[in-house]
């Protein structure tokens, strides 16, 4: 089921009323059907995997929880591990491992007839799995306590709000949450329209209404003019942006509305002055799993300059094949790993020759902003490009500077919608920084029914309908 | 109570300002100089109605008006399906009386075209209870959206082009540059294909002529030009003409490869506007523009 569906309308106006009629286990029984009929209504069949993950994490996790020698802890984490990677890698990296393996056997002109399995991925696996994961391994850090109620855990793991594409959230902030009845707070429901609204807005209006001009830019890029690429590739950066990030409000108003706080997703990662800062504003949730879980586990920055580089970079590799199994995406995370080196190189040298300029500081800035949504931007080519060649396509169009001399001309009055809508969203996002809609939302009611009311035409008149997935739904 | 308030006031502030707006956009769309407002405002009768997707626009209007000093009115649209070309001649003359002549590009007659179109002449729902009746039927879910939120009737290319138009004139718009180099080197390796037409649209294309007659309105069917070697791709036309006559007991003016050279082409299947002068005249010297 996806939020931008008819479906799944029905869905939350039977869902809602009957969960603030129950209390305690009722209510979690009714939170996991509810859950797993969301996330069944895609494919019934791969409900197994969410319960085969969710029984052995629970199981595993009590078993470490009691075992004092540490080798057993490590075994029964490792088992935790290889079932989790285990499954995601099979679901998602067979296919990807097996044709790459066939491909280099073909570069030393070996010719192996390998069949390949035409698997069907989970949706949202990438996300429950690094979910179920979290939980483990706090555990085995002793930074957690196990869940002792299977119902609870359960829930936790398939909560719908966030189940197929986040926030991944963390067992010791999420499960807490699961053990008090959390009543119908007018406040806390309110806010949550607010979001889920705003959410559709950057989703629907937003994001879709971009997708044709993209499509047709990645689809044929030889047929279209540099200035032409470039917008495209602009465009994909709202997006990419509003697609996701309107999932995680969405995602983030609903589990408020039901009484449960995420922690952000998305804060205006384009207003970013530099790439670590740019990680801790896009996907949050990730991008802490993997500096919490993996790049930390690597040591970090304490084994000395060379290995933080090296631990960076492997963070990095590992984030974009977490994408998805393509080639294009582990190439997206290496150009995230070294903007990320030369960052942490460079940056005070940088910072010194713009002291030597004497620039002011508002150049400063907007110089940092611009670079870091380049930079940006010329990696988001490689993660919307099918293969290599389409990427170096758009970036060789884009480098040509042919103009207008274009075989295809894109639609102008799609480009005007996009434009003015990127335009709106950026006013809102920058006004954001210093007014903080969301408080405002809340204070003044009148605000709220003007914006409420707002945001309800907006969707109407400037969506895109038609139950267009998510991009994060294949990942 | 309070809470009860709040609801009420939003959703009365969103039914409200839903109805306005969309009569605020409902007069800008009648005002306009856009081609469909003018037919469903009755100013845009005509002596030579000229029907077709993107192709059909190729029908010069200044050009023709210029030669002949017949009044025009081309109401052809990128994409533009059978059916909804069918409703919108036959509320053509509803509303601004018979033209003499109704000249119709048939290769709109395919199924591949954009399914979102239809939904897009949402706008004119009010005006049309033919448009209601095929929207209702084709595109429920849209024409159902549009009872529930007049705004969104709104939410299309149709109307920001109604905007666009607004206060100038769209009569004067074709392709002036010249097929690229690229895609005459790559005309070469298309694939060759079929139109792809239906029962249905033939029997909407013969319901439409019925319609017309008795109105005395001359009505020629025509296949307008291609680039040559993009023609030559095309494995059906010679059937698709054969299914027209035999769905409307009418000839096909067969154009098709009738403007050679690179010139007069802006892409594979578009005359620019060089081209589009040089086909009209060959249409003037055959007579089809006669009545």
Redesign the interface.
Known sequence: MIFNS?TFLVFVAVFLPVYFNLKGRNRLIWALAGSYLFYGWWDWRFLSLIAISTMVDFYLGSKMHVEDDERKRKQLLLASMVLNLGLLGFFKYFGFFTDSFVAMLQNFGLNPSIHTLNIILPVGISFYTFQSMSYTIDIFRKKLTPEPDVLRFATFVAFWPQLVAGPIVRASDFLPQFRKDHNFE?NRF?SGIAQVLWGFFKKVAVADSLSPIIDQCFGEP?AFASIYLLIGVVFYSFQIYCDFSGYSDIAIGFARMLGFDFPHNFRTPYFSKGFSEFWRRWHISLSSWLRDYLYISLGGNRKGNVKTYRNLMLTMLLGGLWHGANWTFVFWGFLHGLYLMVERFWSKSFGAIMDFLRFPKALKLTINLLLVYFFTCFAWIFFRSPDFGTAMEVINGIAGLEGF???NIM?K??V??GVMLISFLLVVEISDLKWNWGEVVLRN?VF???S???L??MI????T??SNAFIYFQF | MKNLTWILAVLILAFVGDRAGAWLLGTITQQSQFRYSRLYNGAAACDVLLIGNSRGLIFYQPYIEEKTGLSTTNISYNGLPMDLASVLVKDFIDKNGAPKLLLVDVTMLDKRMDERLLTGFNLYVPDSDRLSKLMEEKYPTSYFGGQVSNLYRYNSEVFQRALYYWNRSDKDWLLDRVISPTMQANAAYLDSFDYDYSPEMLNDLADLLQFTEGKNIKVELVINPYYPPFAEKIGNLGTLKEAIKNATQKEVLDYSNSIQGVEGFGDYQHLNKTGAKAYLDMLIEDGVLDY
Not at chain 1, 460 to 463: C, D, E, M
């Open positions: 008819l007018w309110t030889n001399n274009a075989v639609n009055f799609i005007m919608k009611p709220r029914v003007a409420f009311a707002v309800l035409w109407a008149f400037f969506g309908f038609g």
